[in-house]
């Protein structure tokens, strides 16, 4: 079975700062990979996700992530974080012929002045 | 707005009641799912529904039961929860199933159930 490991429970960024955001996967074979956010109250909401292909994809909000096979990571990244993504970010992993995802514990990311 | 709405946003039920929640999806989605999701724990995985057929129960407890009268309809009936039930619960749906591949879930905002 697959499964995700976030390392950072929290981050605290300045605005206009770079965000890199770390996620691990445990899965035998290609995985589907997703970065989902949460604002406060909301549901999650897809930022980016990978299937095949270039390894570098491009989300909306301008972030950006990187599958690694060698190194089982899928990292977050944004150049210049805004305010508004103060939020909760979780990392997924699904199988080619599954339907189920399977979730980080999500990382807090704090944005300050 | 996912196109996934979930009602009701906010609910505080007693030990001893019974409760629905309830999913609505007009993405023309085949699957559909509940998770619960707990402070500082992962998203847990509770039931998947596929073209209304249960495929999966993640060994819920039977406090909670789902029923899935149509592809675009998800309920999760609620009865004697307990204190650690509370948590936030999502429904998502997919256009993926068993011979599909995953493809992108879209959530729901959640209920926020706290039992008392």
């Known amino acids: 079975a697959q499964s995700v490991t976030q390392p950072d429970i929290h981050i605290t960024v300045s605005e206009g700062a770079s965000l890199e955001l770390r996620c691990n996967y445990s899965?035998?074979?290609?995985?589907?990979l997703f970065w989902y956010v949460q604002s406060p109250g909301q549901g999650l909401q897809l930022l980016l996700k990978y299937f095949s292909g270039d390894t570098l994809v491009q989300g909306i909000k301008g972030f950006e992530a990187e599958f690694k096979r060698s190194q089982s990571s899928f990292n977050l990244r944004k150049p210049s974080v805004h305010w508004s993504d103060a939020a909760e970010y979780f990392c997924a992993v699904g199988a080619y012929n599954d339907y189920k995802l399977s979730f980080g514990a999500g990382t807090t990311v704090t944005v300050r002045a | 707005e996912t196109g996934v709405t979930q009602t009701p946003r906010h609910l505080v039920m007693g030990m001893t009641n019974k409760k629905s929640l309830k999913c609505e999806q007009h993405l023309g989605h085949n699957a559909m799912y509940w998770y619960k999701q707990s402070a500082k724990k992962p998203l847990e995985l509770m039931f998947v529904?596929?073209?209304?057929?249960?495929?999966e129960n993640n060994s819920v407890p039977s406090r909670f039961s789902p029923e899935c009268p149509n592809s675009s309809h998800l309920f999760l009936h609620l009865h004697t929860l307990q204190p650690e039930d509370s948590a936030l619960y999502l429904c998502?749906?997919?256009?993926?199933?068993?011979?599909?591949?995953?493809?992108?879930?879209?959530f729901g905002q959640g209920t926020r159930l706290t039992v008392v």
């Open positions: 998502a749906s997919s256009q993926g199933g068993l011979l599909q591949g995953n493809t992108e879930a879209f």
């Open positions: 899965y035998g074979a290609t995985p589907y």
């Open positions: 529904y596929n073209f209304k057929e249960q495929t």
